[in-house]
């Protein structure tokens, strides 16, 4: 039986989720800047909902960004603590790959453009292909202004892009190449421990 607890406050969403033999139950909220009072008692009433306590956990994962610097300390530092304590192994996964997998969940498109804003005039972001059920990075992730993201990835016969995250709201700065191949929009999903 594998017992992992994820943790995700990359963005202005505060989340806790477990995964009970692939069964996820997950606490999600959008509580900007207040992370750090209320990820751990989160987490608590998780894992009393479910009569487990931190020793009964496999593993934790955590949201490893890109992201807020502040909130990929607050999960980083919960998930630190826990890990040492409960002597647990930890797992790092990308925001951005967590946020193509939803974006896949919901849309079924193979082609997934991870997007979220840095607060900077920039966005980080990321291309993702779906193969046999695997988030597979298309090419590295990024940070920039939405003018200079590449469109080198994109080829003539692949199929449209789902376009995933925040960062949506810099699509009409986008390059035109880019904006044209992308066929489905998901602008409200923000990562989710249940996707980590």
């Known amino acids: 039986?594998?017992?992992?607890?994820?943790?995700?406050?990359?963005?202005?969403?505060?989340?806790?989720?477990?995964?009970?033999?692939?069964?996820?139950?997950?606490?999600?909220?959008?509580?900007?800047?207040?992370?750090?009072q209320n990820l751990l008692p989160m987490v608590q009433k998780l894992l009393a909902g479910k009569n487990l306590e931190f020793a009964d956990l496999d593993a934790l994962a955590f949201g490893r960004g890109?992201?807020?610097?502040?909130?990929?300390?607050?999960?980083?530092?919960?998930?630190?603590?826990?890990?040492?304590?409960?002597?647990?192994?930890?797992?790092?996964?990308?925001?951005?790959?967590?946020?193509?997998?939803?974006?896949?969940?919901?849309?079924?498109?193979?082609?997934?453009?991870?997007?979220?804003?840095?607060?900077?005039?920039?966005v980080y972001w990321a291309v993702f292909q779906v193969v046999q059920d695997q988030i597979i990075l298309k090419n590295d992730e990024y940070l920039c202004k939405p003018e200079l993201m590449q469109t080198d990835f994109i080829e003539q016969e692949s199929e449209a892009l789902t376009a995933v995250g925040n960062g949506l709201n810099y699509k009409h700065r986008f390059p035109d190449l880019l904006i044209k191949n992308i066929g489905h929009e998901l602008p409200d999903q923000l990562p989710r421990a249940s996707s980590i």
């Open 66 to 122: 890109p992201g807020s610097f502040t909130g990929l300390r607050i999960a980083a530092g919960v998930t630190q603590g826990i890990a040492f304590a409960a002597n647990l192994p930890v797992i790092p996964v990308s925001t951005l790959a967590a946020l193509a997998l939803q974006g896949y969940e919901i849309s079924g498109c193979n082609h997934i453009l991870s997007c979220l804003d840095a607060r900077i005039d920039e």
């Open 1 to 36: 039986m594998a017992l992992i607890l994820a943790l995700d406050t990359s963005t202005e969403a505060c989340s806790c989720a477990l995964n009970i033999n692939g069964e996820i139950t997950e606490d999600f909220t959008v509580i900007p800047r207040q992370h750090a």
